[in-house]
């Protein structure tokens, strides 16, 4: 691979790209530049043994530089041409009944559902009867950047309820609810029907809009996404997908040029409960130290040296023996003559 520049086409049709001599970069985003998936598919490809680095298995964090030949299952991964003027960026209306993997294996999958000619995975998902648009792509560290619910990248949903809206509906929602043991970052709510309101979310837990509405006591009927930051539904009719525009893209690249593409390390605080104290667990962290309480003698065993018996006499020091002041054993009964 001379002046590192890996010519040719990968077996995914992906032209290749070099590492520059006097600069590194990690496996991970080497195996996602190259459209084979996200990096944190990379990573577990990584974990899985599935990857070689010259012929060797590599450790979670390593970086290749020019030269260095990465293996995926046997099959050599290319880079991304200059620029990346060879990644794919769509816009689909997924419809009801689609599922969010790229599993050929099962039924009904959006890859196949889509059936394009490049290797593309989704942007993030959308359950299974769940509606509208989510964005493909072959550009792996684009994916984390917009998913990451620290860089607070916009989705916007239009959802419909079983049953009319109360009033405080909208403030309970746009305040946070707790869910799946944490609670929803705050978000913008606005009724705009009798059992309709938009949300606007910049973060994307599982079923999260459907859980919420499950807490106030609503069920959704219909969940259609809109939006994805500044790439809109418009038009596209369900089950049509359309490329991006330049102008989408670049807003996209604008928009994430400043985000993380790996976790900040920074996890996001659960809700507080109160859990009830076991007795004889460990005090808490500042707290005094809790009294030891006497302990009770066991039945059938006499009590310990020291304790008085409720006739006010000591026990003995010795099991079996009457102490100093203990009560004297009676005298077996006479025998009669």
């Known amino acids: 691979m001379a002046s590192g520049i890996i010519a040719g086409y990968?077996?995914?049709?992906?032209?290749?790209?070099?590492?520059?001599?006097?600069?590194?970069?990690?496996?991970?985003?080497?195996?996602?530049?190259?459209?084979r998936c996200s990096r944190r598919e990379a990573d577990k490809l990584i974990d899985s043994n599935r990857v070689k680095v010259n012929g060797r298995r590599p450790e979670l964090g390593t970086r290749v530089e020019a030269g260095d030949v990465v293996t995926v299952d046997g099959q050599e991964i290319l880079g991304s041409a200059p620029g990346k003027s060879d990644r794919v960026?769509?816009?689909?209306?997924?419809?009801?009944?689609?599922?969010?993997?790229?599993?050929?294996?099962?039924?009904?999958?959006?890859v196949d559902a889509i059936d394009h000619d490049e290797r593309i995975f989704p942007?993030?998902?959308?359950?299974?009867?769940?509606?509208?648009?989510?964005?493909?792509?072959?550009?792996?560290?684009?994916?984390?950047?917009?998913?990451?619910?620290?860089?607070?990248?916009?989705?916007?949903?239009?959802?419909?309820?079983?049953?009319?809206?109360?009033?405080?509906f909208a403030a309970k929602m746009s305040r946070g609810l707790p869910i799946l043991d944490t609670v929803t970052?705050?978000?913008?709510?606005?009724?705009?029907?009798?059992?309709?309101?938009?949300?606007?979310?910049?973060?994307?837990?599982?079923?999260?809009?459907?859980?919420m509405c499950e807490y106030l006591g609503y069920e959704v009927i219909q969940l259609v996404r809109l939006r994805i930051m500044s790439v809109e539904l418009g038009r596209l009719k369900p089950g049509q997908w359309r490329n991006l525009g330049q102008r989408e893209i670049d807003e996209l690249n604008t928009a994430i040029?400043?985000?993380?593409?790996?976790?900040?390390?920074?996890?996001?605080?659960?809700?507080?409960?109160?859990?009830?104290?076991?007795?004889?667990?460990?005090?808490?962290?500042?707290?005094?130290?809790?009294?030891?309480?006497?302990?009770?003698?066991?039945?059938?065993k006499s009590a310990r040296a020291g304790e008085r018996r409720k006739d006010g006499s000591r026990a003995s020091t010795k099991p079996g023996k009457p102490g100093k002041r203990g009560a004297r054993k009676s005298s077996p009964p006479s025998r009669k003559r």
């Open 89 to 110: 960026y769509l816009a689909y209306n997924k419809p009801v009944g689609i599922t969010c993997t790229t599993e050929r294996s099962v039924k009904g999958n959006i």
């Open 257 to 300: 040029a400043s985000s993380k593409s790996e976790s900040s390390g920074k996890k996001q605080s659960p809700a507080k409960k109160k859990k009830p104290r076991q007795a004889g667990g460990p005090p808490r962290s500042g707290a005094a130290p809790a009294k030891k309480s006497a302990r009770k003698p066991k039945p059938g």
């Open 10 to 35: 990968s077996a995914y049709g992906l032209q290749a790209h070099s590492v520059s001599n006097d600069s590194t970069i990690r496996l991970n985003k080497f195996i996602s530049d190259s459209g």
């Open 123 to 168: 942007i993030g998902r959308l359950d299974k009867p769940s509606e509208g648009l989510i964005l493909l792509t072959s550009d792996g560290d684009i994916v984390n950047k917009i998913l990451r619910a620290e860089n607070a990248h916009e989705k916007e949903y239009l959802v419909t309820v079983n049953k009319s809206i109360g009033p405080d």
């Open 185 to 211: 970052k705050p978000c913008k709510v606005s009724v705009v029907g009798r059992s309709v309101f938009r949300i606007t979310l910049t973060q994307g837990l599982n079923r999260q809009i459907r859980r």
